[in-house]
């Protein structure tokens, strides 16, 4: 049975136009009916699911009092989006791309809202993705038209600002046919207990191109429960990201679907783990199409007590001959109880294929560090040169090179408090 705050009515009084109304109680309605998850099943080994108790959380039915609306993660956006407890606070558009057609905003309001929503996310993922479907207040939309390219990245921030708030971001990018477009979302909390369970749905069209880079940098008390599914049709490029710095439990399920002839996707992620945070990526690469290719590369440090997770299957479907696929997962431990679980899987059904995958826990590289001290550096900052460098390879492919410096500067925040306990 679900919580008092998680039922159909809470997902009625969400309103909406008649569509959208439907498809929340009757999302609302299958999730009173399903129970939840548990580490038993493939899909949620090693993770933390059984310590999630639904009833810390509620819905916030009030819009924040307070809508200060801080600087933006980079410079000059194409277009910004602020959302405060999944309230949608402030919004910004380029007006010369707003007159090429582009849109940016609420996804009720967006061309063609209603084939929109759950154009990708077909079937729910998880009951978490139910619950996205019930109670998501505001999805947003990005429609990018034909032959248009945003030169500069779209920006969606959310801060989870009240205790006790669950909060369910929805987020629809579609690119046209020979569309290009670049999203950074955020994902941000203070230090009070709160939920996020964000969904984002990826289209890339024929010949499109789509960039996407999540970045949680949630509070040492937040959990997430998120997924994204992303399409990439003929020709077509999508290239999905991630960047896991905070949290209690933060769990991303990425799931890249490949259904069109030649289309390429692109699965990039850097993690660093403290205190006893969990980290936990799960990931679908899914060839459905001839002559498909992806590429996976994972980077993680898990510290202190925390620890990752990283299960991984590429999949590849009877007629998808001529696949190219690479899975790669590498994590460093800097503390002998941190822990790091890295499973990568491979499920074939055609012959015609290249597929590979690599995975590796361990401390870090004693060679490196010998090379490094032997040369005059400091044991302290040879461990430190040898963490930025492993990260560096991530970090160069990432969809929107603007977020790079700020994340480096996250990655040496955790650095000096790693330095700062030794």
């Known amino acids: 049975m679900s919580p008092p705050t998680f039922t159909p009515d809470t997902a009625a009084a969400l309103g909406g136009p008649s569509w959208l109304l439907a498809r929340r109680i009757a999302a609302a309605e299958a999730f009173a009916a399903s129970p939840l998850p548990s580490k038993e099943e493939e899909v949620w080994r090693y993770s933390r699911i059984g310590e999630l108790d639904l009833e810390r959380y509620a819905t916030v039915a009030e ?110 990018v579609l690119a046209h046919d020979d569309a290009d477009v670049r999203v950074l979302e955020v994902f941000r909390s203070g230090e009070s207990t709160a939920l996020v369970v964000p969904i984002v749905e990826l289209v890339a069209s024929p010949t499109a191109r789509v960039g996407y880079l999540g970045v949680q940098q949630l509070g040492a008390s937040t959990w997430q429960l998120g997924s994204v599914v992303a399409r990439a049709e003929a020709s077509s490029t999508v290239h999905v990201s991630a960047a896991g710095l905070g949290g209690d439990y933060a769990r991303v399920r990425t799931d890249c679907r490949l259904i069109g002839r030649g289309a390429t996707g692109m699965l990039t992620s850097l993690y660093f783990g403290s205190g006893e945070q969990m980290l936990d990526f799960r990931t679908f690469q899914d060839h459905a199409a001839p002559d498909t290719s992806s590429t996976l590369l994972f980077k993680g440090v898990v510290d202190d007590k925390s620890a990752s997770v990283y299960t991984g299957l590429i999949r590849v479907r009877k007629n998808a001959r001529g696949t190219n696929a690479l899975q790669t997962n590498r994590n460093i431990k800097l503390s002998e109880q941190a822990w790091a679980e890295s499973v990568p899987n491979l499920e074939i059904e055609n012959n015609d294929v290249r597929c590979k995958h690599e995975s590796a826990v361990s401390p870090i590289d004693a060679d490196q560090r010998f090379y490094l001290e032997s040369r005059g550096v400091p044991p302290q900052v040879a461990e430190r040169l040898v963490v930025a460098g492993f990260f560096d390879e991530v970090l160069a492919r990432l969809p929107v090179p603007e977020a790079r410096v700020a994340l480096a500067g996250s990655i040496a925040a955790k650095l000096d408090a790693h330095e700062g306990v030794r």
Do not use: K, W
């Open 63 to 172: 819009a924040p009092a307070d809508r200060h609306v801080a600087a933006s993660s980079v410079a000059s956006p194409a277009a910004r989006l602020v959302l405060v407890d999944g309230f949608l606070v402030d919004s910004e558009i380029d007006p010369a791309l707003a007159a090429a057609g582009v849109y940016v905003g609420r996804l009720i309001h967006a061309p063609g809202a209603d084939l929109l929503l759950g154009s990708v996310m077909t079937e729910p993922t998880d009951v978490f993705a139910l619950m996205n479907d019930a109670f998501a207040r505001e999805p947003i939309a990005i429609v990018v038209p034909r032959g248009v390219t945003v030169e500069r990245p779209v920006v969606i921030e959310h801060h989870v600002a009240r205790g006790g708030a669950a909060v369910f971001p929805r987020l629809v």
